[in-house]
């Protein structure tokens, strides 16, 4: 019992706490944080057994929350199957490479994230063009969410790019994510990276993210979300930083 209470647990709570209120806040970010701070104490692998649960309980959530999941999987079913096979293609990387490659790899695509994301104007895709780019997207997202776990690049500004409403980028994002989430978890049992002590941490982080969402729901009413999100990024930058450099120190 005491395992449960032990400060690596513990950790990982508040990992999964902190990762919910930022999904609470901005729709999104769980499996970044969560890839982020638990990459910083243990193997990038590790980490990515461990968030695999939550980040598809709570993205599962999010694909149904609207009304057009039918017409978004016509629209980016290229885009899906791009994420499959590029994710178990690159979870090669993050199975079977050495520990601190992964850990710079994912590092850089944290800072890459963040700094986009802070600097990049807003752009739009043609039409004409969606059915050609979507699957590349696919594929880049699905190389880098198997090498390092992390599935918000290229993904996100591109479809921040289709012109969807609001509800409907949620829940893109959403399908997005969830497919991403599976094929990780695909791309690590056929690396062996699953063991029963992290699928039983995996299951219990739910529960801090969800209460970290539910908080992070009630943060957004009171905060600005662009303050919020400056922040957020510039956190996510530091970290991935931080995971570059160590092995120049240690």
């Known amino acids: 019992m005491n395992e449960y209470f032990s400060p690596h647990v513990l950790i990982i709570t508040l990992t999964f706490f902190l990762a919910g209120i930022v999904k609470g806040v901005a729709g999104m970010g769980l499996p970044t944080v969560a890839m982020g701070v638990l ?73 890459l994230y963040a700094v986009y994301s802070l600097r990049a104007k807003p752009f739009s895709v043609p039409a004409r063009f969606e059915r050609l780019l979507s699957p590349v997207i696919g594929l880049a997202t699905g190389v880098i969410n198997g090498g390092t776990g992390v599935f918000t690049i290229p993904a996100v500004p591109y479809l921040q790019a289709l012109g969807l409403s609001k509800d409907n980028l949620i829940q893109a994002l959403g399908l997005s994510f969830t497919v991403s989430t599976i094929a990780l978890a695909a791309g690590l049992a056929r690396g062996g990276a699953f063991h029963l002590e992290n699928i039983a941490l995996s299951t219990l982080a739910i529960i801090p993210a969800l209460l970290g969402m539910w908080v992070g729901t009630a943060i957004r009413e009171r905060i600005s979300a662009a303050t919020f999100r400056r922040w957020f990024l510039i956190f996510l930058a530091i970290v991935g930083l931080e995971l570059v450099v160590r092995p120049l120190f240690f």
Do not use: H, K
């Not at 461990?50 to 009304?67: E, K």
């Open 39 to 111: 990459g910083a104490i243990m193997s990038p692998v590790s980490a990515a057994s461990l968030l695999v649960i939550p980040s598809f309980v709570t993205n599962f959530w999010q694909l149904f929350t609207g009304p057009s999941f039918l017409a978004l999987m016509q629209r980016l079913w290229l885009m899906m199957l791009g994420i499959v096979i590029g994710t178990l293609a690159g979870s090669f990387l993050l199975t079977s490479a050495n520990p601190e490659y992964a850990s710079v790899g994912l590092g850089s695509a944290l800072v």
